[in-house]
Nanobody
Framework: QVQLVESGGGLVQPGGSLRLSCAAS????????MAWYRQAPGKQRELVGI???????NDVDSVKGRFTISRDNAKKTVSLQMNSLKPEDTAVYYCYAARGIFQYWGQGTQVTVSS
């Protein structure tokens, strides 16, 4: 059974930082593309970071220069370092794993940016 468990969300002031982590189990982690998505109330889910099995990453314009995705295949974790947070970054953040037709989602972790 595949499980993706996010952690690290919470309340942070504008300009602050948070680091989200996703622990994966039940899958051959190193062969999966991993990603972080977010969904704010009333909005569509959007991609905020993606890292392939070969450690290639793609910038996402909305968070470019502020968010960094990384992975540790030995620990089966993927992380999202979020700096210079803004109120508009408030959302539920989801971990995502994909390989071919196989796709899995975590339950999500709430990030709230507010003073």
């Amino acid at each position: 059974q595949v499980q993706l468990v996010e952690s690290g969300g919470g309340l942070v002031q504008p300009g602050g930082s948070l680091r989200l982590s996703c622990a994966a189990s039940g899958l051959f982690f190193s062969t999966y593309t991993m990603a972080w998505y977010r969904q704010a109330p009333g909005k569509q889910r959007e991609l905020v970071g993606i890292i392939t099995s070969g450690d290639s990453t793609n910038d996402v314009d909305s968070v470019k220069g502020r968010f960094t995705i990384s992975r540790d295949n030995a620990k089966k974790t993927v992380s999202l370092q979020m700096n210079s947070l803004k109120p508009e970054d408030t959302a539920v953040y989801y971990c995502y794993a994909a390989r071919g037709i196989f796709q899995y989602w975590g339950q999500g972790t709430q990030v709230t940016v507010s003073s």
